[in-house]
């Protein structure tokens, strides 16, 4: 016979081994679900280390929708952001920008548990973990994702009926 107490923290070990084992839904911000490109001489103005396209896009998806249909995956898994920092950045410049997307994550995609804003190039494969699915506009960073035995989602595509799917399946 095993007693209460015993029961109580077999069960409360296995629930965090199987938190620990959720997979993760992965998105790209820049091209993905902000709109950074659609900013008014965004790339001149990354260039001289203006953080403002980062600050002034729009989202590219519905995002009350988007959580909405995250939310339906619920207990299959976590959502998580991993994006970029702008290439060939100061420091400096790399800090400012960190700050700036992690305020967007925090004020318009809250369902984020999980958020890496990485260098320019960091392989974003190297954060996947078994069942993890990345969402992301960047066919060749998608490629590497695949490599590693887990799915991706092209945002340029319709990520909303593609995220039902995986919801249904």
Known sequence: LVSAPHAILVLQGRRKRERQKMATIWFDLDGTIYDLYGVENWLEKLRSSDTT????????????????VLEELGEDYEIGVITWLAMGASKEYDKAVRKVKKEWV?????????????????????????????????KEVRKAWEKTGNKTIDATKNILKLLAQVAQA
Request: glycine fraction near 6%.
């Open 53 to 68: 396209p980062y600050e002034n896009g729009s989202a590219l998806v519905d995002l009350a929708e988007l959580e909405n």
């Open 106 to 138: 925090k004020n318009n995609f809250r369902i984020a548990k999980k958020l890496h804003v990485v260098k320019y190039g960091t392989p974003k494969h190297s954060f996947a973990s078994k069942g993890d699915i990345l969402i992301d506009d960047n």
